[in-house]
């Protein structure tokens, strides 16, 4: 069974600060692609940020490059997305998720890695994050 468990959303200013975190199991962690995916009403679903944890290659959208880190803790088993100058644009619910078929090595692009958590078929519940201007 694959749980994944997400905190950290939350309220803020233009140009504020948030950092989500996404615990999982050892077994969904371990050797495969993580990431964040986000979701506003009536947009379409977006990938926001992935992570290899079998090494530690990241890939983010080019709308949060610059802006979002994504990270681990192979200890804990938790994923994390720091989240700084944020924009009202980035108001939405973001979704942990997992690879449906796991990652055995990292995805060669950012393109590949983002598709792969955007479809992915294992999500935790979601955090809201909005942003005031």
């Known amino acids: 069974q694959v749980q994944l468990v997400e905190s950290g959303g939350g309220s803020v200013q233009a140009g504020g600060s948030l950092r989500l975190s996404c615990a999982a199991s050892a077994y969904t962690y371990s050797r495969n692609c993580m990431g964040w995916f986000r979701q506003a009403p009536g947009k379409e679903r977006e990938g926001v940020a992935v992570?290899?944890?079998?090494?530690?290659?990241?890939y983010y959208a080019d709308s949060v490059k610059g802006r979002f880190t994504i990270s681990q803790d192979n200890a804990k088993n938790t994923v994390y997305l720091q989240m700084n100058s944020l924009t009202p644009e980035d108001s939405a619910m973001y979704y942990c998720?997992?690879?449906?078929?796991?990652?055995?090595?990292?995805?060669?692009?950012?393109?590949?890695?983002?598709?792969?958590?955007?479809?992915?078929?294992?999500w935790g519940q979601g955090t809201q994050v909005t942003v005031s201007s």
């Open positions: 998720a997992r690879a449906t078929d796991r990652c055995w090595a990292p995805p060669p692009t950012a393109i590949q890695a983002l598709a792969i958590i955007k479809r992915s078929n294992y």
């Open positions: 992570i290899y944890t079998g090494g530690r290659s990241t």
